[in-house]
Nanobody, 115 residues
Framework: QVQFVESGGGLVQPGGSLRLSCVAS????????MGWYRQTPEKQRELVAS???????NYADSVKGRFTISRDNTKNTVYLQMSNLKPEDTAVYYC?????????WGQGTQVTVSS
């Protein structure tokens, strides 16, 4: 069973930055397209950023230009660098492979953007 452990969330003021990390069990990070998802009580979970095995990245329009996804295959870790954060970025952030054909969600990491 593949597992994901997210960390790095916290409380940040609007305009601030955070770097999220996700450690995956096994070598899934180097094999699959990996993604960062987020969820709020009001919205369904959405994919905000993804990175392919070849390193191609894709972003939701709402975060384009502000978020950067990257990965370190040697550490089985995926990162999400978030800058110029906005209150609407407040959510629980999760990482997982794309598409969601196997595995399960980790506990996520809470990001709260507020003054």
């Amino acid at each position: 069973q593949v597992q994901f452990v997210e960390s790095g969330g916290g409380l940040v003021q609007p305009g601030g930055s955070l770097r999220l990390s996700c450690v995956a069990s096994g070598s899934i990070v180097s094999i699959w397209t990996m993604g960062w998802y987020r969820q709020t009580p009001e919205k369904q979970r959405e994919l905000v950023a993804s990175i392919t095995r070849g390193g191609n990245t894709n972003y939701a329009d709402s975060v384009k230009g502000r978020f950067t996804i990257s990965r370190d295959n040697t550490k089985n870790t995926v990162y999400l660098q978030m800058s110029n954060l906005k209150p609407e970025d407040t959510a629980v952030y999760y990482c997982r492979q794309v598409p969601l054909t196997f595995g399960s969600w980790g506990q996520g990491t809470q990001v709260t953007v507020s003054s």
